[in-house]
């Protein structure tokens, strides 16, 4: 069974850096795409990051470029988002995901696996 636990959620002030973390387990993800979404009160899920697990390929959701970096530690089965120069804006409950597929890497309705979500408020 498939589970996505993500970490490292939490309050930061505007300009501050936090790291999310989405430890993997249940298979192997070798083929697969690993996404971070968001989701901030009243608004829709946003695409955020996405890496393709065997090739490292990314790919970023425009509001965050430049500021977010998404990469993958194989040996711990993690899947990682650094982001800078943190905004109000990014307020939101962030998820990871997980699907086999390689097409459609931005539609969250595409992905197979969800975790259940860390907060992150930016705020001063």
């Known amino acids: 069974q498939v589970q996505l636990v993500e970490s490292g959620g939490g309050l930061v002030q505007p300009g501050g850096s936090l790291r999310l973390s989405c430890a993997a387990s249940g298979r192997t993800f070798s083929g697969y795409v690993m996404g971070w979404f968001r989701q901030a009160p009243g608004k829709e899920r946003e695409f955020v990051a996405a890496?393709?697990?065997?090739?490292?390929?990314?790919l970023y959701g425009d509001s965050v470029k430049g500021r977010f970096t998404i990469w993958r530690m194989s040996a711990k089965s993690t899947v990682y988002l650094q982001m800078n120069s943190l905004k109000p804006e990014d307020t939101a409950v962030y998820y990871c995901?997980?699907?086999?597929?390689?097409?459609?890497?931005?539609?969250?309705?595409?992905?197979?696996?969800w975790g259940q979500g860390t907060s992150v408020t930016v705020s001063s």
């Open positions: 995901a997980a699907k086999s597929s390689s097409v459609a890497v931005a539609d969250g309705t595409s992905y197979d696996y």
């Open positions: 890496v393709f697990w065997t090739t490292t390929t990314t």
